[in-house]
């Protein structure tokens, strides 16, 4: 199976992009229409999310002395100056803590609610149809391709997040173009992230997802960055993860070619 030409773009990368944030809003909509999958997939996105919550407290009240021990250079310096590296140090700090948080909670929820978030997944393709080329995958086994892929994606978002983390020092750049750079590239990740079940059900692995989502990559991080501003907004992990497992749902068959329509 060409993977490439499956996925190949119709029109042009703006309307895709839209068309893939607009994928996140159909998941809502199939998830609120079913108080059910409601109740069934916010239990593992709050446990996740009160650990994450609880982390990033620590993190925002030791901000000032990891700040501090990274820019050992200013000590020396005029306090004024001094005092402006380690502010931009700590925002620096808290904005690719933010960035890891918001990629690491979506693999560390999927580990915990995988049963949770397959069953989520498997009722919305009956809705749409079914799922052409299904495949028994064990729970365990399931679950060990999930814990691996998604220890491969928190590992490379965690490089991606070093030089971040550098140009987050550079003078406004570092507060206007890495957010951006940084909403992309977790975007991306999530996307990947969350299509894993979908994907999982009919076989197919890590490097057959994201190659399907490559051939279309603007959809897809449409979806990825519509969920990761989402993300950003408090308690907006807890109450949209489940619908974003919806909404990837309808990007994996999108990317696949299959029908995203009820009926």
């Known amino acids: 199976m060409d993977v490439i030409s499956i996925a190949r773009p119709v029109t042009g990368p703006a309307s895709r992009f839209l068309s893939g944030a607009g994928l996140l809003l159909r998941g809502i909509g199939l998830y609120v229409r079913s108080p059910k999958l409601m109740l069934l997939g916010i239990v593992p996105a709050l446990i996740s999310g009160v650990l994450y919550l609880a982390a990033f407290a620590a993190l925002v009240w030791f901000v000032d002395d990891l700040a501090a021990l990274v820019t050992p250079f200013a000590d020396d310096w005029s306090t004024v100056l001094r005092n402006l590296s380690r ?21 560390v929820t999927l580990v915990i609610g995988d049963p949770f978030y397959e069953a989520i997944s498997e009722r919305v393709e009956n809705r749409l149809g079914g799922t052409p080329g299904a495949v028994d995958v064990p729970f365990w086994s399931s679950l060990r391709r999930s814990l691996a892929d998604s220890l491969r994606l928190m590992a490379l978002s965690a490089l991606v997040g070093i030089p971040l983390f550098v140009a987050g020092f550079i003078p406004l750049v570092g507060q206007t173009v890495v957010p951006v750079v940084g909403a992309a590239i977790g975007g991306w990740f999530l996307a990947v992230e969350l299509v894993g079940a979908p994907f999982y059900r009919r076989g197919m692995r890590l490097p057959e997802r994201r190659a399907l989502l490559k051939a279309d990559r603007p959809t897809a991080l449409g979806f990825g960055v519509a969920v990761f501003v989402c993300f950003l907004i408090p308690l907006g992990a807890i109450l949209v993860m489940p619908a974003a497992v919806a909404g990837a749902t309808l990007l994996t068959r999108r990317s696949l070619g299959q029908s995203t329509k009820e009926g």
Not at 87 to 107: D, N, R, Y
């Open 87 to 107: 502010v931009v140090a700590g925002l620096a700090i808290l904005g690719v803590g933010g960035l890891l948080g918001v990629v690491t909670f979506t693999a």
